[in-house]
Nanobody, 121 residues
């Protein structure tokens, strides 16, 4: 299984940014895709996840009401739309794939490379 994350960049506070994560190599079965983020000198934090079988999203506290996770079945891609961005959202964002939706990074076996998101004040 391979994951490729893209879409990061620099945005002003209050702006929006979309991230995408393309999943390849997984052929079948129940699995989930999640986004985590890690700011400098901080632990990796769960952002959002979606179950591929049930298409049910789950959000961490920092993402509720501002971020939306969705999937594109035809492209095997998961999107993270981030609105009303704040400077504290600045981090490296990682996508990950695992057997089920979980907020714990240890439950995800496959990880993509990170993509930097910087929110200026």
């Amino acid at each position: 299984v391979q994951l490729q994350a893209y879409g990061g960049g620099l945005v002003q506070a209050g702006g929006s940014l979309g991230l995408s994560c393309r999943v390849s190599g997984r052929t079948s079965g129940y699995y989930a895709v999640a986004w985590f983020r890690q700011a400098p000198a901080k632990e990796r934090e769960f952002v959002a996840a979606v179950s591929w079988n049930f298409n049910s999203p789950y959000y961490g506290d920092s993402a509720k009401c501002r971020f939306t996770i969705s999937r594109d079945d035809a492209k095997n891609t998961v999107h993270l739309q981030m609105n009303s961005l704040k400077p504290e959202d600045t981090a490296v964002y990682y996508c990950a794939s695992g057997g089920a939706v979980s907020t714990r990074e240890g439950d995800y076996a496959y990880w993509g490379q990170g993509t930097q998101v910087t929110v200026s004040s």
